[in-house]
T-cell receptor, first 114, second 116 residues
Framework: GDSVTQMEGPVTLSEEAFLTINCTYT??????LFWYVQYPGEGLQLLLK???ADDKGSNKGFEATYRKETTSFHLEKGSVQVSDSAVYFC?????????????WGLGTSLAVNP | GAVVSQHPSWVICKSGTSVKIECRSL??????MFWYRQFPKQSLMLMAT?????????EQGVEKDKFLINHASLTLSTLTVTSAHPEDSSFYIC????????????FGPGTRLTVT
């Protein structure tokens, strides 16, 4: 079945460091891909998304490109800030029916130190 | 963006009692809502899909008699944890896809349940 594999955390970086969080997927069709973020004590928020191959999602300095050839959707940011400390989830929508059940990675905790 | 609310945001109950958690879509109608449980190591577990006007669909391993789901209207789904035990203590999150926004999912802020 469809699945998402996300790099394990925790990831600890210094402010202004480069961030990459790897995400790969398996899917039988043409899924949409998402990155969600959960800040401490808050609910999940959509960070960015891509709906087809070669699309690049971007938001708040974060980027991820939908790579069908490598079945990947890695999250990157050139210069992280302390405020980026959060848990990041990669997710997939297989477009199977209309109920839009997402397939989730396990989440990667990011801590950015000043 | 769309807003999904949850109530209560936190609850403490005694072992053996039941607790009801509400999930509301505030500015859109949702024929489907999802209930998740989030474990301390942050992973999300989909518990069930709540379907307006029909029975919920439970994921494998989730006891439907313990976690009762009712989706009585297009804006409200409830999760009732029956005869709660300490191992049910967790963070429960709901989400709803908004058909008017390409089925983008919106999440409630979560409910922290502690069973003593």
């Amino acid at each position: 079945g469809d699945s998402v594999t996300q790099m394990e955390g925790p990831v600890t970086l210094s402010e202004e460091a480069f961030l990459t969080i790897n995400c790969t997927y398996t899917a039988t069709g043409y899924p949409s891909l998402f990155w969600y973020v959960q800040y401490p004590g808050e609910g999940l928020q959509l960070l960015l998304k891509a709906t087809k191959a070669d699309d690049k999602g971007s938001n708040k300095g974060f980027e991820a490109t939908y790579r069908k050839e490598t079945t990947s959707f890695h999250l990157e940011k050139g210069s992280v800030q302390v405020s980026d400390s959060a848990v990041y989830f990669c997710a997939l929508d297989p477009h199977a029916g209309n109920n839009r059940k997402l397939i989730w990675g396990l989440g990667t905790s990011l801590a950015v130190n000043p | 963006g769309a807003v999904v609310s949850q109530h209560p945001s936190w609850v403490i109950c005694k072992s053996g009692t039941s607790v009801k958690i509400e999930c509301r879509s505030l500015d859109f109608q949702a024929t489907t809502m999802f209930w998740y449980r989030q474990f301390p190591k942050q992973s999300l577990m989909l518990m069930a899909t709540s379907n307006e006007g029909s029975k919920a669909t439970y994921e494998q391993g989730v006891e439907k008699d313990k976690f009762l789901i009712n989706h009585a209207s297009l804006t409200l789904s409830t999760l009732t944890v029956t005869s709660a035990h300490p191992e049910d203590s967790s963070f429960y999150i709901c989400s709803a896809p908004d058909r008017g926004r390409s089925y983008e999912q919106y999440f409630g802020p979560g409910t922290r349940l502690t069973v003593t």
